[in-house]
């Protein structure tokens, strides 16, 4: 298996741009998360899914971000507009079924807003 | 004051020594624990697992829980330099199936 795949790998854009990010989660597996990761903050939960349906978005900082799951097989991380402190490195992991433990990580998507 | 608390480092060891890693937590409802392990530039991977207290071994890494103290162990004997990562904590409660992570302590194994 591939694993988790995120695009891009980096992305490097001006303040007040829209910004998407991608992320296809393992085949077969039901849940989806998307982290967000600074030095200051840590690894921070943003929203998941289970089944393509959010579950938990307390973590979306505001309405500047959004995500979405049209299918079991991509999700997107928008954030519009961006703002320098949406700098950062985004993680999308997948699970295999809500009462497995294990998320699996994808390599992340390193994010400068400039 | 952060539910998950963990020393951010770095430690720095001599191969063959051995490591303690360390988190704290505040919510008691806390019931499933993990540790992860971060490569640089890479996403965190499942080390190991326990549920409630007691300890889990697996290979050179023990996992210990100790829930009345609120305070979560990870041991590495005979460490390797390829175990220089950043190790993070995470836990969660049983209702909830999102966890929290600790801001991890970066390891260096110095050959």
């Known amino acids: 298996d591939a694993g988790v795949i995120q695009s891009p790998r980096h992305e490097v854009t001006e303040m007040g741009q829209e910004v998407t990010l991608r992320c296809k989660p393992i085949s077969g597996h039901n849940s989806l998360f998307w982290y967000r990761q600074t030095m200051m903050r840590g690894l921070e939960l943003l929203i998941y899914f289970n089944n393509n349906v959010p579950i938990d978005d307390s973590g979306m900082p505001e309405d500047r971000f959004s995500a979405k799951m049209p299918n079991a097989s991509f999700s997107t991380l928008k954030i519009q507009p961006s703002e320098p402190r949406d700098s950062a490195v985004y993680f999308c992991a997948s699970r295999r079924r809500p009462l497995e433990e294990t998320q699996y990580f994808g390599p992340g998507t390193r994010l400068l807003v400039l | 004051q952060k539910e998950v608390e963990q020393d951010p480092g770095p430690l720095s060891v001599p191969e063959g020594a051995i490591v303690s890693l360390n988190c704290t937590y505040s919510?008691?409802?806390?019931?499933?624990f993990m540790w992860y392990r971060q490569y640089s530039r890479k996403g965190p991977e499942l080390l190991m697992y326990?549920?409630?207290?007691g300890n889990k071994e697996d290979g050179r890494f023990t996992a210990q829980v100790d829930k009345s103290s609120k305070y979560i162990s990870l041991f590495i004997r005979d460490s390797q330099p390829s175990d220089s990562a950043t190790y993070l904590c995470?836990?969660?409660?049983?209702?909830?199936?999102?966890?929290?992570f600790g801001s991890g302590t970066r390891l260096q194994v110095q050959p």
């Open positions: 919510n008691s409802a806390f019931q499933y």
């Open positions: 995470a836990m969660r409660d049983t209702g909830r199936r999102a966890l929290t």
């Open positions: 326990t549920y409630s207290s």
